[in-house]
């Protein structure tokens, strides 16, 4: 059975720094994606996506007019599903673990990419996302799979997890 890993944790405890030191770590046995936050001298504009192979888009900014939007941020889902969901459905294709950063509010707007995630997580893959911690009707049922395991990010535990997740993905699945 393969392995979904799913970290949560509140924003900016190192979720992200987590999943990209396991991403460096694995190599090119993974594939997927992480975001970046956007910054023009010091204040937050937006979220960048990036693939582990450097391809990179927009996620949201407050420049982007119209909707979905989310607080300040205008959604892009012409460079999520054109990058995101493609780097998803490329990792399935060609590696052994897909990394996803994140399943959160912003991401859940594409048709396109809840289902590359639930594609990813009905594979014989590992896959290791973030995940919004809040109640979603879309997180909670990736949750509830046999095969999901959450993993709380604190900062007390943020430091050693990505070397605790690279043993935890070597070793054989829980039956």
Do not use: C, W
């Not at 509140?10 to 979720?15: E, F, T």
């Not at 607080?71 to 889902?77: H, K, M, P, Q, W």
């Not at 991401?107 to 996302?129: G, H, I, K, P």
């Amino acid at each position: 059975m393969a392995r979904l890993i799913l970290l949560t944790g509140h924003p900016g405890v190192g979720k992200t720094t987590v999943i990209r030191r396991l991403a460096q770590a694995l190599g090119s046995r993974a594939g997927g994606f992480y975001t970046e936050e956007l910054r023009i001298r010091g204040p937050r504009v937006g979220f960048k996506i990036v693939t582990l192979e450097g391809t990179e888009g927009t996620l949201a900014h407050v420049d982007i007019k119209g909707s979905p939007r989310v607080g300040r941020y205008g959604v892009n889902l012409s460079d999520l599903d054109q990058i995101g969901v493609a780097a998803i459905q490329r990792a399935l294709a060609e590696r052994e673990v897909v990394i996803i950063d994140e399943i959160g509010k912003m991401e859940l707007f594409s048709d396109r990419f809840r289902e590359a995630v639930e594609r990813a997580a009905a594979s014989d893959r590992t896959v290791v996302a973030t995940a919004m911690a809040q109640p979603n009707p879309f997180v909670d049922r990736l949750k509830a799979r046999a095969q999901a395991q959450v993993v709380k990010v604190t900062e007390a535990n943020r430091q050693a997890l990505p070397a605790q997740l690279l043993t935890m993905i070597e070793s054989p699945p829980p039956r």
